[in-house]
Each structure stands twice: as C-alpha cells, then as structure tokens.
C-alpha cells in the first residue's frame, strides 16, 4: 500500500501517478506557461496565494544582490521574479524533487535563463556565504508548523541588510502566529494586503 505522505507536495519523491497540465497566467504584460503534474502543489492552476504574492512582489524596492523563492514547487513565484527582475539570480528551492524537475522545465519553457534551482531542506542546502535582497515564501502548511516557523524564521539568516522577506499566507492557516513571530525575529512586520483571506506579510532586516 502506498504511503499517502508520499503523495503530498512536501516529500521529497512524491510517488503520485504522473498526471501532467499545462497552465497559464499573467501579471501585466507578463504571460508564462506551466507544467504541473501531480505530487505538486496546486497542479490545476496557479494558486490564489501565490498569485496574489507575484502581484504584490513587483511592486517592492530591494536591496542589490540574488533573490530566493523557498518552497518554489513548479516554479511560479521564482519564475515571476525573474522576469520582473531579469538582471538579478532568482534560487528557487524545494525539497520535492518532481517539483524541481517541473521548475526547471518551466525555465526553459519560458526562456528564463537567470535561474537556479537545486533541492534544499528548509536552507541546508543554501550557501551560507550568499546573502538575498528578496525572499519569497508560499510556505508548505502542511508539512506542519515546525517547517513553516524555520523558512520564516531562519531567513534573516540569509538576507542582505535592509533585505525583504515576504510571505503569503492564510489568516486561517496560521496568519497571526507567523505575524507574531517575523516580530519577534525581525522586529517589524506589515500587512501589505488582505485579498480573500490571503494576507502579504512583509518584514526587512535590520
């Protein structure tokens, strides 16, 4: 029998049957193409979430260096960003492998070059020695509080000074306590919106 947590988004090699889509969405004049399969996150379409994260995204003023999508399943957070900032590194990062794979099929399908996506648990994975301008973040719920607590709280860890860390998440799915702890961690924290439940948390280290 196959274990159901293989199945989700979180694991590393999801084990689902292969069931792939093409997806489309734009921002602006910026059209991209997706292919999704199972075993990702939100293989239908674009995630409401993260949709609302791109949006809010390119609309922020960062300091100079590279550009980190934690959790960037098949690549659309990432991929936004590197065509809104084309003369910048986008890493983009997941633990699930077929979501790597699928990211770096969507690069090449959307002629995206100024990427790098490689596996990393949380930031294991991640020079230490580089530091980001930007992180983004659609933080995996269900692989649990623990995990969402460290991509939110150990990105100071890798962001320039004055860098930006946003993430999106849902008033229901635990808005408050990720609020209180970007606080605690980075002393700041804006709600830069509220869309449908969906709230933009933005936090700038010292």
């Avoid at 292969?18 to 997806?23: G, K, M, T, Y």
């Avoid at 399943?73 to 900032?85: N, Q, S």
């Avoid at 959307?110 to 992180?135: H, M």
Wanted: some cysteine; proline content about 4%.
């Amino acid at each position: 029998m196959t274990n159901e947590k293989n199945q989700m988004y979180f694991a590393a090699n999801p084990t689902a049957k292969h069931d792939e889509h093409l997806v489309d969405y734009h921002v602006d004049k910026i059209d991209l193409k997706f292919t999704t399969d199972a075993g990702v996150f939100s293989k239908m379409r674009v995630d409401y979430g993260s949709g609302v994260l791109i949006k809010a995204m390119k609309e922020q003023t960062f300091p100079a260096g590279k550009i980190l999508d934690a959790g960037t399943g098949y690549g659309p957070i990432g991929l936004f960003a590197a065509k809104f900032w084309p003369e910048r590194t986008v890493e983009m990062i997941d633990v699930n492998e077929r979501g790597l794979e699928l990211a770096k099929r969507n690069a090449a399908l959307n002629q995206i070059s100024n990427v790098k996506i490689y596996p990393s648990d949380v930031y294991a994975q991640v020079d230490k020695n580089t530091k980001f301008g930007l992180i983004l973040t659609n933080p995996p719920i269900r692989a649990g509080k623990k995990v969402v607590s460290a991509i939110i709280g150990e990105a100071i860890d890798h962001l320039t000074a004055g860098g930006i860390l946003l993430v999106v998440i849902q008033k229901k799915q635990g808005e408050p306590s990720a609020r209180k702890l970007m606080t605690e961690v980075y002393g700041n924290c804006e709600i830069l919106v509220r869309d449908k439940g969906y709230y933009i948390l933005k936090a700038i280290k010292d």
